[in-house]
């Protein structure tokens, strides 16, 4: 790969990632506005309107929405017959750091157990990538994920008793909204995974939240539970931001997988109002789709 | 109109509020979140370049930059959870003399404690408006604890009608959000 072609694939990157921090995905922004004209409350309303007015000027001043951008995860798609097979890594990880700089995004990279800052989001296995295989193809595909502080503090995982069935899945869902909702700043997107043990199923959670919000699992008795998870959990009233109101989350999404019959493991990972994702595509001459953000892109200087 | 409190703040600025009355405020903030807190609880070291005693602080960790000149200036700042300073805040508030304490969510029973004995409230900040509140700062002043990272350092600023703050723990130790956690747990109850 000739320098300039490799700088540019760094650049699509780079721009990714803070696009990513200053924009919200199509689905949220959407969700998030259906939500605020649906509130009934007069002071979770009041809340809805700065939140609203953060999302226009982060939008006019080209600054990250929330000053917490998160540890960066990536997520990938990998052609096999995508030509920069060999860059993939190097590239994710200066793009990344190009990102942190120039939109800046925070640095948020600490040393493990030492707690000392890297400076530029990039260290110690940070940024977080992870690959997968797509015969035939010769695209990458690019989802990522900003994990902010507070609304990771929610997540967990833990292996139930098959017998507790959707009750207990139900009750593990809401117990931990109840309890850990309140700081993560709500409206959350929960993303729950259903799988054997609590690692699998904790990464389901996530995978849970790249998907957008408003599309149903394919499992249909999955789909139904999202459906019955949204239901409940705005139930609770927790939104906007723990104060109290109409609803609780901007939805619920479910990946699960074929499990041990002995157990039932269950995770959760939720993302704030402002939950900031991307997904993108690059294909093979560096030409590329962003999925993620049309709408929202709308007027982008 | 703006109930707005000033630095430094009187016991009497803050007396009558209740819980959920929403403030602002304008004058000295300084950011001061877990390992500032530490630095101050634990290893009894206080920042030199702002008066803590009937002064304000935000958990927060900022984005900043700087211009043109070299100075720096708020891009994003916003507050963050509150709850992981609960073991260390009412030493805090002790040590300190604090009256304001701006972060996200709410705090709990020894915080609301030490709201009571020494005169103090904690005031909640809409979590993620972080563009917001980085135009409500009107300058950065100083900085203390740069060893800390960015988003650790005590940043010390003037803000101007910094809010809106929603009260969540007052004078007399009312805490809305343990009060709305109850109203929630009820609700879950029915759906369990």
Known sequence: ?301 | MKKILTTPISYDQIKDLKIGDTVYLTGMLATCRDAGHARVVNDGVMPKHIELKEGAIFHAGPIVAKDESGKEYMVSIGPTTSRRMESVEADFIEKTGVRLIIGKGGMMDKTANACKTFGAIHCAYPGGCAVVAAKEVEEITNCEWRDFGMPEALWIMRVKEFGPLVVSIDTKGNNLFENNKKLYNERMEKLI
Request: hydrophobic content about 35%.
């Open chain 1, 1 to 301: 790969m000739d320098s300039s072609a490799k700088q540019r694939f760094i650049d699509i990157i780079s721009d990714f990632t803070a696009t990513v921090g200053i924009y919200l995905s199509d689905d949220v922004e959407a969700r998030l506005f259906e939500l605020a004209k649906d509130e009934k409350e007069e002071n979770a309303k009041t809340m809805y309107g700065c939140i609203l007015e953060n999302v226009k000027l982060a939008k006019e001043l080209h600054r990250p929405i929330c000053q917490d951008t998160g540890v960066l995860q990536y997520f990938l798609e990998v052609g096999t017959d995508f030509p920069y097979l060999n860059e993939i890594k190097e590239v994710i990880i200066e793009g990344a750091r190009k990102a942190t700089l120039t939109t800046p995004l925070r640095p948020n990279v600490v040393e493990p157990l030492g707690e000392h800052n890297t400076g530029d989001n990039v260290g110690f296995d940070a940024p977080y990538i992870e690959y997968e295989l797509i015969p035939n193809s010769a695209d990458l595909r690019v989802r990522m994920y900003m994990a902010g502080g507070g609304c990771s503090l929610p997540g967990r995982s833990q292996v139930l008793m098959p017998l507790q069935g959707i009750d207990g899945i139900k009750e593990y869902v809401y117990k931990t909204v109840a309890e850990w909702g309140v700081n993560a700043c709500p409206p959350l997107f929960v993303g729950v995974g259903l799988g054997t043990c609590a690692a699998t199923s904790a990464m389901l959670s996530k995978k849970a939240l790249l998907r957008p919000l408003g599309t149903r699992n394919e499992n249909e008795k999955a789909a139904k539970l999202e459906k019955e998870l949204e239901d409940g959990l705005n139930s609770l009233g927790i939104a906007p931001l723990g104060f109290g109101g109409s609803n609780t989350v901007l939805g619920v999404n479910i990946e699960c997988a074929g499990h041990h019959p002995a157990t039932l493991g269950i995770g959760i990972t939720t993302g704030c109002w402002a939950t900031r994702k991307g997904d993108m595509i690059i294909h093979g001459d560096l030409s590329y789709e962003l999925l993620s953000h049309k709408k929202s892109l709308e007027g982008k200087k």
